[in-house]
Protein backbone atom coordinates (compact mmCIF):
# COMPACT_ATOMS: atom_id res chain seq x y z
CA UNK A 1 0.00 0.00 0.00
CA UNK A 2 1.13 3.36 -0.88
CA UNK A 3 1.39 6.05 1.70
CA UNK A 4 0.98 9.75 1.58
CA UNK A 5 2.83 11.87 3.87
CA UNK A 6 1.54 15.35 4.71
CA UNK A 7 3.79 18.67 5.04
CA UNK A 8 4.60 19.87 8.57
CA UNK A 9 1.60 21.57 10.06
CA UNK A 10 -0.72 20.16 7.74
CA UNK A 11 -4.07 18.06 8.28
CA UNK A 12 -5.68 20.13 11.35
CA UNK A 13 -9.15 19.83 9.14
CA UNK A 14 -9.07 16.11 9.15
CA UNK A 15 -7.69 16.25 12.67
CA UNK A 16 -10.56 18.31 13.56
CA UNK A 17 -13.43 15.79 11.89
CA UNK A 18 -12.65 16.73 8.26
CA UNK A 19 -12.97 14.07 5.51
CA UNK A 20 -10.72 15.33 3.06
CA UNK A 21 -6.85 15.93 1.95
CA UNK A 22 -6.29 18.49 -0.49
CA UNK A 23 -3.13 18.55 -3.01
CA UNK A 24 -1.51 21.83 -1.33
CA UNK A 25 -1.43 19.68 1.91
CA UNK A 26 0.78 17.05 0.89
CA UNK A 27 4.75 16.89 1.17
CA UNK A 28 5.15 13.43 -0.96
CA UNK A 29 3.89 9.96 -1.76
CA UNK A 30 6.18 6.80 -1.51
CA UNK A 31 5.58 3.92 -3.32
CA UNK A 32 3.40 2.82 -6.16
CA UNK A 33 -0.14 3.45 -6.82
CA UNK A 34 -2.67 3.94 -9.21
CA UNK A 35 -5.33 6.40 -8.85
CA UNK A 36 -7.90 5.46 -7.26
CA UNK A 37 -5.87 2.80 -4.71
CA UNK A 38 -6.80 3.14 -1.13
CA UNK A 39 -3.43 4.62 0.84
CA UNK A 40 -2.23 4.86 4.25
CA UNK A 41 -1.99 8.55 5.12
CA UNK A 42 0.60 9.56 7.61
CA UNK A 43 1.57 13.31 9.07
CA UNK A 44 5.12 14.81 9.06
CA UNK A 45 6.22 13.05 12.37
CA UNK A 46 4.91 9.85 11.30
CA UNK A 47 1.91 9.62 13.17
CA UNK A 48 -0.73 7.53 11.49
CA UNK A 49 -3.70 9.48 10.56
CA UNK A 50 -6.16 6.84 8.76
CA UNK A 51 -6.66 5.47 5.33
CA UNK A 52 -8.36 7.20 2.17
CA UNK A 53 -8.81 7.20 -2.02
CA UNK A 54 -6.17 8.66 -3.36
CA UNK A 55 -6.27 10.62 -6.80
CA UNK A 56 -4.06 13.09 -7.84
CA UNK A 57 -5.97 14.40 -10.58
CA UNK A 58 -8.46 15.68 -8.36
CA UNK A 59 -7.58 19.22 -5.84
CA UNK A 60 -9.35 16.59 -3.69
CA UNK A 61 -6.33 14.07 -3.29
CA UNK A 62 -7.18 12.08 -0.40
CA UNK A 63 -10.82 11.28 0.66
CA UNK A 64 -10.38 9.53 4.05
CA UNK A 65 -12.20 5.84 4.73
CA UNK A 66 -11.17 5.17 8.34
CA UNK A 67 -8.77 6.93 11.36
CA UNK A 68 -8.31 3.22 12.63
CA UNK A 69 -4.86 2.11 12.10
CA UNK A 70 -5.35 -1.50 12.67
CA UNK A 71 -8.33 -1.40 10.10
CA UNK A 72 -8.35 -4.43 7.46
CA UNK A 73 -10.30 -2.90 4.40
CA UNK A 74 -11.65 -6.10 2.95
CA UNK A 75 -15.35 -7.11 2.26
CA UNK A 76 -16.55 -7.45 5.47
CA UNK A 77 -15.10 -3.86 6.15
CA UNK A 78 -17.67 -2.67 3.39
CA UNK A 79 -20.38 -4.62 4.43
CA UNK A 80 -20.36 -2.77 7.99
CA UNK A 81 -19.91 0.84 6.42
CA UNK A 82 -23.38 -0.11 4.68
CA UNK A 83 -25.48 -1.65 7.59
CA UNK A 84 -24.37 1.36 9.56
CA UNK A 85 -25.68 3.74 7.19
CA UNK A 86 -28.67 1.98 7.10
CA UNK A 87 -29.20 1.38 10.30
CA UNK A 88 -28.52 4.88 11.03
CA UNK A 89 -32.01 5.65 8.88
CA UNK A 90 -33.84 3.06 10.47
CA UNK A 91 -33.39 4.83 13.62
CA UNK A 92 -33.96 8.31 12.36
CA UNK A 93 -36.32 8.87 8.77
CA UNK A 94 -36.47 4.74 8.25
CA UNK A 95 -35.67 3.49 5.42
CA UNK A 96 -39.31 3.65 3.08
CA UNK A 97 -38.09 6.74 1.18
CA UNK A 98 -34.72 8.41 2.38
CA UNK A 99 -31.15 9.18 1.35
CA UNK A 100 -29.45 5.95 2.35
CA UNK A 101 -26.11 6.82 1.79
CA UNK A 102 -24.13 10.56 2.42
CA UNK A 103 -21.16 10.38 1.46
CA UNK A 104 -17.96 11.46 3.42
CA UNK A 105 -21.17 11.70 6.43
CA UNK A 106 -21.26 8.16 6.14
CA UNK A 107 -17.83 7.41 5.58
CA UNK A 108 -18.65 6.13 2.27
CA UNK A 109 -16.59 9.24 0.27
CA UNK A 110 -17.97 10.07 -3.06
CA UNK A 111 -21.06 8.13 -3.01
CA UNK A 112 -25.13 9.70 -3.17
CA UNK A 113 -27.58 6.75 -3.02
CA UNK A 114 -31.35 8.18 -2.49
CA UNK A 115 -34.10 5.49 -2.30
CA UNK A 116 -37.84 6.04 -3.43
CA UNK A 117 -40.01 3.59 -2.40
CA UNK A 118 -38.45 0.07 -4.29
CA UNK A 119 -35.88 1.94 -6.32
CA UNK A 120 -32.81 3.22 -6.02
CA UNK A 121 -30.46 6.49 -7.60
CA UNK A 122 -27.33 6.65 -7.10
CA UNK A 123 -24.16 9.17 -7.98
CA UNK A 124 -20.86 8.00 -8.04
CA UNK A 125 -18.19 11.38 -7.84
CA UNK A 126 -15.01 10.18 -6.56
CA UNK A 127 -12.90 7.52 -8.64
CA UNK A 128 -11.90 5.83 -5.57
CA UNK A 129 -15.99 5.07 -4.87
CA UNK A 130 -16.29 4.37 -8.93
CA UNK A 131 -13.83 1.30 -8.58
CA UNK A 132 -15.35 0.14 -5.93
CA UNK A 133 -18.74 0.09 -6.88
CA UNK A 134 -18.96 -3.15 -8.20
CA UNK A 135 -18.24 -4.37 -3.95
CA UNK A 136 -20.83 -1.69 -2.62
CA UNK A 137 -23.48 -1.81 -4.87
CA UNK A 138 -24.55 -5.48 -4.52
CA UNK A 139 -24.55 -4.74 -0.67
CA UNK A 140 -26.97 -2.30 -0.99
CA UNK A 141 -29.17 -4.48 -3.07
CA UNK A 142 -28.44 -7.54 -0.57
CA UNK A 143 -28.89 -5.69 2.73
CA UNK A 144 -32.14 -3.62 2.48
CA UNK A 145 -34.58 -6.80 1.28
CA UNK A 146 -32.83 -8.57 4.66
CA UNK A 147 -34.13 -5.40 6.65
CA UNK A 148 -37.56 -5.93 5.07
CA UNK A 149 -37.33 -3.52 1.87
CA UNK A 150 -36.81 -4.99 -1.21
CA UNK A 151 -35.80 -3.29 -4.27
CA UNK A 152 -36.15 -3.39 -8.19
CA UNK A 153 -32.81 -2.59 -8.63
CA UNK A 154 -30.40 0.86 -9.00
CA UNK A 155 -30.09 3.73 -11.36
CA UNK A 156 -27.01 5.61 -11.87
CA UNK A 157 -27.51 9.77 -12.34
CA UNK A 158 -23.43 9.42 -13.05
CA UNK A 159 -23.67 12.78 -14.87
CA UNK A 160 -22.73 15.03 -12.61
CA UNK A 161 -20.02 17.99 -14.07
CA UNK A 162 -18.19 17.25 -10.88
CA UNK A 163 -17.11 14.30 -12.28
CA UNK A 164 -14.99 15.67 -14.43
CA UNK A 165 -12.61 16.92 -11.80
CA UNK A 166 -12.08 13.31 -10.80
CA UNK A 167 -11.45 12.30 -14.45
CA UNK A 168 -14.31 10.38 -14.70
CA UNK A 169 -16.87 10.25 -17.34
CA UNK A 170 -20.20 11.93 -17.12
CA UNK A 171 -23.66 9.29 -18.07
CA UNK A 172 -26.35 7.72 -16.40
CA UNK A 173 -27.92 3.97 -17.00
CA UNK A 174 -28.92 1.37 -15.14
CA UNK A 175 -26.67 -0.42 -13.20
CA UNK A 176 -27.54 -4.08 -13.97
CA UNK A 177 -30.86 -5.10 -15.20
CA UNK A 178 -33.08 -2.67 -17.19
CA UNK A 179 -36.52 -1.77 -15.07
CA UNK A 180 -39.01 0.96 -15.18
CA UNK A 181 -36.73 4.04 -13.80
CA UNK A 182 -40.65 5.54 -12.18
CA UNK A 183 -41.47 5.29 -8.83
CA UNK A 184 -44.23 6.44 -6.33
CA UNK A 185 -43.04 7.53 -3.28
CA UNK A 186 -44.60 8.80 0.10
CA UNK A 187 -43.40 11.76 1.99
CA UNK A 188 -45.39 13.56 4.61
CA UNK A 189 -48.90 11.59 3.62
CA UNK A 190 -48.56 12.32 0.22
CA UNK A 191 -47.71 10.55 -3.10
CA UNK A 192 -45.30 11.97 -5.92
CA UNK A 193 -43.93 10.33 -8.79
CA UNK A 194 -40.08 10.33 -9.24
CA UNK A 195 -38.22 9.85 -12.44
CA UNK A 196 -35.20 8.97 -11.96
CA UNK A 197 -33.55 9.17 -16.00
CA UNK A 198 -35.07 12.89 -15.71
CA UNK A 199 -35.66 14.41 -12.77
CA UNK A 200 -33.08 16.65 -10.91
CA UNK A 201 -30.14 15.34 -9.36
CA UNK A 202 -31.54 12.03 -8.79
CA UNK A 203 -35.15 13.10 -9.19
CA UNK A 204 -36.47 14.71 -5.92
CA UNK A 205 -34.63 16.65 -3.19
CA UNK A 206 -35.18 14.35 -0.09
CA UNK A 207 -33.38 16.56 2.37
CA UNK A 208 -36.48 19.10 2.48
CA UNK A 209 -39.08 16.72 4.34
CA UNK A 210 -39.53 17.91 7.52
CA UNK A 211 -38.71 21.80 6.06
CA UNK A 212 -41.48 21.27 3.83
CA UNK A 213 -44.16 19.94 6.62
CA UNK A 214 -42.69 23.51 9.19
CA UNK A 215 -44.64 25.53 6.73
CA UNK A 216 -48.11 23.54 7.21
CA UNK A 217 -49.57 26.38 9.56
CA UNK A 218 -48.60 28.72 7.86
CA UNK A 219 -50.13 28.03 4.66
CA UNK A 220 -53.64 27.37 6.00
CA UNK A 221 -56.47 29.16 5.03
CA UNK A 222 -54.12 31.61 2.82
CA UNK A 223 -52.56 32.24 -0.43
CA UNK A 224 -49.07 30.59 -1.17
CA UNK A 225 -46.42 31.26 -3.94
CA UNK A 226 -44.16 28.38 -4.49
CA UNK A 227 -40.94 29.84 -5.65
CA UNK A 228 -38.91 27.42 -7.62
CA UNK A 229 -40.81 24.51 -6.87
CA UNK A 230 -39.37 21.56 -8.94
CA UNK A 231 -42.06 18.34 -8.05
CA UNK A 232 -44.03 20.74 -5.96
CA UNK A 233 -42.80 20.01 -2.46
CA UNK A 234 -43.64 22.73 -0.62
CA UNK A 235 -46.49 23.83 -2.41
CA UNK A 236 -48.45 20.36 -2.16
CA UNK A 237 -47.49 20.53 1.35
CA UNK A 238 -49.50 23.79 1.54
CA UNK A 239 -52.32 22.86 -0.33
CA UNK A 240 -52.34 19.44 2.16
CA UNK A 241 -52.32 21.91 5.16
CA UNK A 242 -55.77 23.35 3.90
CA UNK A 243 -54.09 26.54 1.88
CA UNK A 244 -56.99 28.27 -0.19
CA UNK A 245 -55.00 29.22 -3.55
CA UNK A 246 -51.46 27.91 -3.89
CA UNK A 247 -49.21 29.18 -7.01
CA UNK A 248 -45.84 26.70 -8.34
CA UNK A 249 -43.43 28.64 -10.01
CA UNK A 250 -40.05 26.98 -11.70
CA UNK A 251 -38.24 27.81 -14.22
CA UNK A 252 -38.20 23.95 -15.75
CA UNK A 253 -41.13 23.04 -17.87
CA UNK A 254 -40.46 19.29 -16.67
CA UNK A 255 -40.54 20.45 -13.07
CA UNK A 256 -43.68 22.21 -13.64
CA UNK A 257 -45.45 19.54 -15.51
CA UNK A 258 -44.36 17.21 -12.84
CA UNK A 259 -45.92 19.88 -9.70
CA UNK A 260 -48.60 19.51 -11.85
CA UNK A 261 -48.75 15.54 -12.29
CA UNK A 262 -47.85 15.41 -8.54
CA UNK A 263 -51.10 17.39 -7.35
CA UNK A 264 -53.48 15.90 -9.51
CA UNK A 265 -52.13 12.83 -8.04
CA UNK A 266 -53.03 14.10 -3.92
CA UNK A 267 -56.52 15.72 -5.39
CA UNK A 268 -55.23 18.71 -4.69
CA UNK A 269 -55.11 20.11 -8.58
CA UNK A 270 -58.39 22.08 -7.96
CA UNK A 271 -56.53 24.83 -5.41
CA UNK A 272 -53.46 25.40 -7.21
CA UNK A 273 -51.72 26.80 -10.72
CA UNK A 274 -48.55 26.28 -11.39
CA UNK A 275 -46.48 28.81 -13.62
CA UNK A 276 -43.02 28.27 -15.52
CA UNK A 277 -41.13 30.97 -15.47
CA UNK A 278 -38.17 32.90 -14.26
CA UNK A 279 -38.52 33.73 -10.89
CA UNK A 280 -36.19 36.91 -11.46
CA UNK A 281 -38.35 37.79 -14.12
CA UNK A 282 -41.79 37.03 -12.39
CA UNK A 283 -41.63 38.40 -8.89
CA UNK A 284 -41.35 42.80 -10.20
CA UNK A 285 -44.40 41.26 -12.19
CA UNK A 286 -46.45 40.16 -9.77
CA UNK A 287 -45.14 42.87 -7.48
CA UNK A 288 -46.30 45.51 -10.17
CA UNK A 289 -49.80 43.79 -10.05
CA UNK A 290 -50.48 44.60 -6.47
CA UNK A 291 -50.30 40.56 -5.55
CA UNK A 292 -49.93 39.32 -1.78
CA UNK A 293 -49.36 36.32 -0.36
CA UNK A 294 -49.88 34.86 3.16
CA UNK A 295 -47.10 32.76 2.36
CA UNK A 296 -44.12 33.16 -0.11
CA UNK A 297 -41.22 30.10 -0.20
CA UNK A 298 -38.23 30.79 -1.81
CA UNK A 299 -36.27 27.57 -2.07
CA UNK A 300 -33.93 28.04 -5.28
CA UNK A 301 -30.70 25.65 -6.73
CA UNK A 302 -27.34 26.95 -5.48
CA UNK A 303 -26.22 30.35 -6.98
CA UNK A 304 -22.77 29.52 -5.17
CA UNK A 305 -21.39 26.64 -6.86
CA UNK A 306 -17.69 27.45 -5.38
CA UNK A 307 -16.01 29.60 -2.88
CA UNK A 308 -15.29 32.53 -5.80
CA UNK A 309 -19.46 32.84 -6.58
CA UNK A 310 -20.24 33.44 -2.95
CA UNK A 311 -19.84 37.48 -3.66
CA UNK A 312 -22.87 37.14 -6.82
CA UNK A 313 -24.18 34.53 -5.17
CA UNK A 314 -24.94 36.87 -2.49
CA UNK A 315 -26.28 39.41 -4.72
CA UNK A 316 -28.58 37.00 -5.85
CA UNK A 317 -30.36 35.59 -2.57
CA UNK A 318 -30.37 39.26 -1.41
CA UNK A 319 -32.73 40.04 -4.88
CA UNK A 320 -35.43 37.44 -4.43
CA UNK A 321 -35.53 37.23 -0.83
CA UNK A 322 -36.35 41.17 -1.09
CA UNK A 323 -38.44 40.65 -4.09
CA UNK A 324 -39.91 37.72 -1.80
CA UNK A 325 -40.58 39.65 1.40
CA UNK A 326 -42.61 42.41 -0.86
CA UNK A 327 -45.17 40.12 -2.02
CA UNK A 328 -46.11 39.11 1.77
CA UNK A 329 -48.59 40.92 3.21
CA UNK A 330 -47.96 42.44 6.40
CA UNK A 331 -48.16 39.41 9.35
CA UNK A 332 -47.66 36.75 6.30
CA UNK A 333 -44.89 34.76 6.17
CA UNK A 334 -41.79 34.11 4.19
CA UNK A 335 -39.79 31.00 4.09
CA UNK A 336 -35.97 30.89 2.59
CA UNK A 337 -33.31 28.63 1.84
CA UNK A 338 -30.01 28.18 0.47
CA UNK A 339 -28.78 24.58 -0.48
CA UNK A 340 -24.77 25.46 -1.03
CA UNK A 341 -22.33 24.86 1.43
CA UNK A 342 -20.47 28.11 0.84
CA UNK A 343 -23.14 29.90 1.98
CA UNK A 344 -22.24 30.31 5.84
CA UNK A 345 -25.67 30.42 7.96
CA UNK A 346 -23.90 34.18 9.40
CA UNK A 347 -23.54 34.90 5.73
CA UNK A 348 -27.14 33.75 5.11
CA UNK A 349 -28.77 35.22 7.96
CA UNK A 350 -27.07 38.71 7.12
CA UNK A 351 -28.28 38.51 3.47
CA UNK A 352 -31.63 38.03 4.11
CA UNK A 353 -31.45 41.04 6.89
CA UNK A 354 -29.71 43.09 3.87
CA UNK A 355 -33.01 42.39 1.96
CA UNK A 356 -35.26 42.96 4.64
CA UNK A 357 -33.73 46.53 5.14
CA UNK A 358 -34.16 47.31 1.45
CA UNK A 359 -37.92 45.99 1.75
CA UNK A 360 -38.37 48.30 4.86
CA UNK A 361 -39.58 45.01 6.98
CA UNK A 362 -39.32 43.58 10.16
CA UNK A 363 -38.38 39.98 10.18
CA UNK A 364 -39.99 38.01 13.30
CA UNK A 365 -37.65 34.52 13.18
CA UNK A 366 -40.25 31.46 13.49
CA UNK A 367 -37.39 28.86 12.80
CA UNK A 368 -34.19 28.30 11.89
CA UNK A 369 -33.65 24.49 10.26
CA UNK A 370 -31.41 22.40 8.51
CA UNK A 371 -31.25 19.29 6.15
CA UNK A 372 -33.12 16.03 7.52
CA UNK A 373 -31.24 13.22 9.34
CA UNK A 374 -31.00 11.38 6.29
CA UNK A 375 -28.44 13.74 5.10
CA UNK A 376 -26.35 13.67 8.37
CA UNK A 377 -23.89 16.65 9.03
CA UNK A 378 -20.47 15.34 9.96
CA UNK A 379 -19.14 17.81 12.37
CA UNK A 380 -15.26 18.72 10.67
CA UNK A 381 -16.08 18.41 7.24
CA UNK A 382 -18.30 21.29 6.22
CA UNK A 383 -19.56 20.14 2.97
CA UNK A 384 -22.08 17.86 4.70
CA UNK A 385 -23.66 21.06 5.99
CA UNK A 386 -25.35 22.76 3.44
CA UNK A 387 -28.54 23.05 3.83
CA UNK A 388 -29.74 26.83 5.50
CA UNK A 389 -33.71 26.73 5.87
CA UNK A 390 -34.96 30.19 7.78
CA UNK A 391 -39.04 30.48 8.14
CA UNK A 392 -40.30 34.35 9.06
CA UNK A 393 -43.14 36.97 9.84
CA UNK A 394 -42.83 39.45 7.85
CA UNK A 395 -44.04 43.31 9.21
CA UNK A 396 -43.78 46.16 6.95
CA UNK A 397 -42.78 49.38 8.16
CA UNK A 398 -46.14 51.46 9.08
Not at 122 to 133: V, Y
Not at 270 to 280: E, G, L, Q, S
Amino acid sequence: MAKVLLKKGEGRTLSAGGAWIYDNEIAKIEGDFENGDIVAVEAANGFHLGYGYLNTRSKITVRMLTRDPDAVIDGAFWERRVREALEYRLHTTGLASCRLIFGEADQLPGLTADKFGDMIVTQTLSLGMERLKDTIFPILLRQLPELGYPVRGIYERNDAKSRTLEGLERGQGFYGEAFDPHAIMEENGLLYEIDAENGQKTGFFLDQRFNRMAIRPMAKGGRVLDCFCNAGGFGLNAAAAGAAHVTCVDASQLAVDTARANAERNGLADRMDFVCADIFELLPELEAQGQRYDLVILDPPAFAKSRAAVKSAARGYREINRRGMALVRHGGFLATCTCSHFMTPELFRSTVAQAARDAHCRLVQVEERTQGPDHPMLWGADESSYLKFLLFQVRHER
